[in-house]
């Protein structure tokens, strides 16, 4: 049982952060489009369609089974993995302020600009590389 949920947490782990380096993409160019546009209107469905059906879901499938494992391996007792589990904490912050941007966007009320979202977009995969590190090199 443990390796199939540990193989389902690699493959939520994937498909999430698919979304957040994908996600803030779709905003780049959302961004530089006119406000109810045709293209604005199809970004409004693509971004909603990732975030909602897509990252969510994966965000909640990686953290029940991160919690699984972890309890499981007894992981949750050392450093690498308090450390690790801050940092996913804040992946989760970057989920959710990624859909308050969403939310603006879908009410044409958006005032960020593509250099933002192109900044924003380096944030998951700086968090992501430090996760990975975490977890295989168990540093401490």
Known sequence: MYLSIKALHIVAVISWMAGL?????????????????????????????????????????????????AYSGAHYESYWFMTKALLVVLMIGVHFVLGRHLSEFNEDRSTASGKYFRVINEVPTLLMIAVVVLAVVRPF
């Not at 994908?22 to 970004?43: I, K, Q």
């Open 21 to 69: 380096l994908y996600l803030p993409r779709l905003f780049v160019y959302h961004s530089n489009v006119p406000r109810l546009s045709e293209p604005s209107e199809l970004f409004k469905i693509m971004e909603y369609r990732l975030y909602r059906y897509i990252m969510t879901p994966a965000m909640i499938v990686t953290v029940l089974s991160g919690v699984y494992i």
